[in-house]
């Protein structure tokens, strides 16, 4: 699924941070790359419905975020993993991700089913009966990870999914992510140069509200 932005301005009070910003996104994994402050966390946010898009046009798909209706038919299709997140710690892994497809519109008959295939997806089906507490930090972005997939997105916003893990919990994070990235359309919004290198087919770089340059990583 394609993703596009066009002519997309976004301010907070007189200070803008995105500024007239075009954008296009291919299926596969695209990097997004830029330094602290230059909008990429409002992209994104604008992308997956947390702020409302008031100049430009954003389109996942055929669904345009202006309108209500196409909002709403967007979150359907798209799947989020923000960079800070929250988990209750006592609860079970299963648990979290079937209410996760719960809140993202999948039946309550069918939500633990469609937990453990998401769970399966970040190779979390050993552990569903575990409690979140008992999970360590690479664990738990996969859980997070899995919780983003559990209504069966076709597009998946990872915002900075690597940041804190070690270079083995970063290792196998990375293949599960090249795996998402297989069926479906992947942001992944990182400061890492080595997960773009390593995991993306597409890079865009963003500074100052603008992006400078799309371009491909792959020939082949």
């Known amino acids: 699924m394609e993703l596009r932005a066009e002519g997309v301005y976004h301010s907070y009070g ?34 997956v419905g947390i702020h409302r898009l008031r100049t430009g046009v954003i389109r996942v798909g055929e669904h345009d975020l202006g309108s209500a209706a ?12 923000p960079q800070r997140f929250s988990l209750v710690a006592a609860m079970r892994v299963l648990d979290t991700v079937a209410y996760a497809a719960w809140l993202n519109g999948i039946d309550s008959s069918h939500s633990f089913a469609a937990a453990r295939r998401a769970l ?40 900075e999914p690597t940041v804190g893990l070690d270079p083995s919990q970063r290792l196998r994070l990375r293949e599960v992510i090249h795996q998402i990235g297989r069926e479906r359309t992947v942001v992944l919004s990182t400061h890492l140069v080595e997960d773009v290198v390593h995991l993306c087919d597409q890079v865009s770089i963003i500074d100052s509200g603008q992006v400078r340059f ?3 990583l792959r020939n082949d």
């Open 14 to 47: 007189s200070r803008w941070v995105l500024s007239g910003l075009d954008w296009h996104v291919h299926p596969g994994i695209t990097g997004l790359l830029g330094p602290n402050g230059t909008g990429k966390t409002t992209l994104l946010s604008l992308l």
């Open 70 to 81: 196409g909002r709403q038919a967007a979150r359907r299709l798209v799947g989020f993993l």
């Open 214 to 216: 799309p371009g491909a």
């Open 120 to 159: 399966q997806l970040v190779e979390l089906g050993d552990r569903e009966r575990s409690r979140v507490r008992t999970l360590c930090g690479g664990m738990r972005q996969r859980l997070g990870i899995a919780a983003a997939l559990a209504h069966n997105p076709e597009v998946v916003v990872l915002d």
